[in-house]
């Protein structure tokens, strides 16, 4: 089930709404952020933010995953988290504004979204290799590499890249 809001040292993880649509295309629209995502576009739109929430709303409302606002009391959405059912697992996404970087951000909302994830199946997530700090953030928060590097596509990128699988350490 999915919760209404998780609660961690210093965030809110929450639905998104279409609200915080302006500042996900904001902070989506930084190319150092758009290029890590796979679907994201360069200089995404507002209505295009609207679009996504509302796809993720209906993703939660059918029990296939779900999506939360990464919200930092005072200032508000700062990033997004996810985790969606893939056959027997659960794939994790997120991603923070360029401000949020290299705070911890990441990972205390990844800690905070794991018994969530847990109930879905094994978890499971990658990054793209160019953005090792992802990874890091990704060990911090329990998960370890698998060996495997994957092509996976980027929008804003109008490519594939190389991803780092990695998995939840028991």
Same mark, same amino acid.
């Given at each position: ?17 279409? *609200?915080? *649509? ?26 295009? *933010? ?12 059918? /029990?296939?995953? *779900? ?44 800690? /905070? ?58």
């Amino acid at each position: 089930m999915t919760p209404e809001s998780i609660r961690t040292e210093r965030l809110v993880l929450r639905a998104p709404e279409l *609200a915080d *649509a302006p500042r996900i295309a904001r902070f989506t629209a930084d190319p150092g952020v758009a290029r890590m995502l796979g679907s994201f576009p360069l200089q995404q739109t507002v209505v295009g *933010a609207e679009g996504w929430v509302l796809i993720r709303q209906a993703t939660a409302r059918r /029990g296939e995953g *779900a999506s939360f606002a990464i919200d930092l009391p005072g200032e508000g959405l700062i990033g997004l988290i996810g985790a969606d059912r893939h056959g027997d697992a659960a794939e994790i996404g997120y991603w923070l504004g360029r401000p949020w970087w290299g705070q911890g951000y990441a990972t205390e909302a990844l800690r /905070g979204i794991m018994p969530f994830a847990r109930e879905l199946g094994a978890v499971v997530a990658d990054h793209f290799a160019d953005n090792p700090a992802s990874g890091r953030a990704l060990e911090k928060a329990g998960f370890v590499y698998t060996g495997e590097i994957t092509p996976r596509f980027s929008l804003a990128r109008g490519a594939s890249a190389p991803a780092r699988l990695m998995r939840l350490a028991a």
